[in-house]
C-alpha cells in the first residue's frame, strides 16, 4: 500500500467514524513519510486549517510513542467547537486532553525573523482554554505509535475552544493547576509544566519545525499546545471538563 492509498483509508475512517485497520506496511515508514500521508489525507478531507496542535510534548509520552520528540498536525474547521457542545463518541474518538491554544495576530516567523519566546510572544493575539479531544482512525495497533499517529492528522479528533485569558502575557502557565473532571468529579490534575516546561514553549518548537518546510504559522491560526492532564476517555453519556485554576472552564459533552 502506498502513501496515498494510505491518506485514502485514514480519509474514510475518519469521515465516516469507524476505524480502518490496514496493515502496517513492509518498509516500516519513517516520520517523513507520516507527514506527506498526514498532509495528503489533509487535502482530501476537504475542510480549511484552522491551525495545529502539538502532540508528545514530554518524555513520558514520546517514550510512549516510541519516539524521541513531539509531533504535530493539522485541525480543521469541520472539527472546531465551543464549549459545552455536543459530540458523537465513535470508535474514531478516545479522549480529552486540557490544553492551552493561541491565537495567532500575525505570521510566525516573519521574514529573517528570530524564533525565541520573545518573538513568539509578541506574534500572539489571544489565549484561550480549551480541550483537544483526540482519537485513533486506524484500528490496527501496529499504528498506536509515533509514525502511526503523526498520519492520522496527530491523533486530533476534534478542538473545542474556551474562554480567553484575561492579560495573559502575565499569567504563569506552567504552574497554574489544571484539573479534569468528569461529570464534575475530579479525575486527572496537573498544569503547564509538561507541554516543554511551559506552554510557549510548544509554539516556538512548532515554529522551527514548520521553518525548516519553508512554512509558518499563519496570522489568525490557533495553536494548541500540549495536554495539561493525563488523557481522559471520552464515554457516552458523560460531560468532559476542565478547569483551569482561576482562569476558567471548558467542556465537552460525548453523546
Not at 57 to 77: H, L, R
Not at 170 to 195: C, L, Y
Amino acid at each position: 500500500m502506498n502513501k496515498s492509498e494510505m491518506a485514502t483509508h485514514i480519509m474514510a475512517a475518519r469521515k465516516s467514524g469507524e476505524q480502518t485497520h490496514m496493515a502496517w506496511p513492509d518498509p516500516a515508514p519513517t516520520r517523513d513519510d507520516a507527514m506527506d500521508i498526514q498532509a495528503e489525507a489533509f487535502a482530501q478531507l476537504g475542510s480549511q486549517s484552522v491551525g495545529w496542535k502539538v502532540g508528545a510534548t514530554n518524555e513520558a509520552a514520546q517514550k510512549g510513542f516510541g519516539i524521541d520528540s513531539p509531533f504535530y498536525g493539522p485541525m480543521a474547521e469541520v472539527g472546531v467547537m465551543a464549549s459545552g457542545d455536543d459530540l458523537k463518541k465513535t470508535p474514531c474518538v478516545g479522549a480529552v486532553e486540557p490544553e492551552y491554544a493561541f491565537k495567532m495576530a500575525k505570521d510566525f516567523p516573519a521574514n529573517g525573523e528570530a524564533i525565541n519566546v520573545e518573538t513568539a510572544t509578541a506574534a500572539i493575539d489571544t489565549v484561550h482554554l480549551a480541550i483537544e479531544v483526540i482519537g485513533r482512525c486506524i484500528g490496527n495497533p501496529d499504528f498506536a505509535n509515533g509514525v502511526g499517529v503523526t498520519m492520522d492528522f496527530g491523533g486530533n479528533a476534534a478542538f473545542v475552544v474556551g474562554p480567553e485569558v484575561s492579560d495573559w502575557a502575565n499569567q504563569d502557565f506552567a504552574n497554574a493547576v489544571v484539573e479534569s473532571m468528569v461529570d464534575g468529579v475530579i479525575v486527572q490534575t496537573g498544569n503547564g509544566k509538561p507541554v516543554m516546561g511551559d506552554p510557549i514553549n510548544s509554539i516556538v518548537w512548532l515554529a522551527e519545525q514548520l521553518a525548516a518546510k519553508g512554512e509558518r504559522i499563519q496570522a489568525g491560526q490557533w495553536v494548541s499546545t500540549g495536554t495539561c492532564t493525563a488523557a481522559v476517555p471520552g464515554e457516552a453519556g458523560k460531560i468532559v471538563s476542565a478547569k483551569f485554576g482561576d482562569f476558567g472552564e471548558v467542556s465537552v459533552n460525548f453523546v
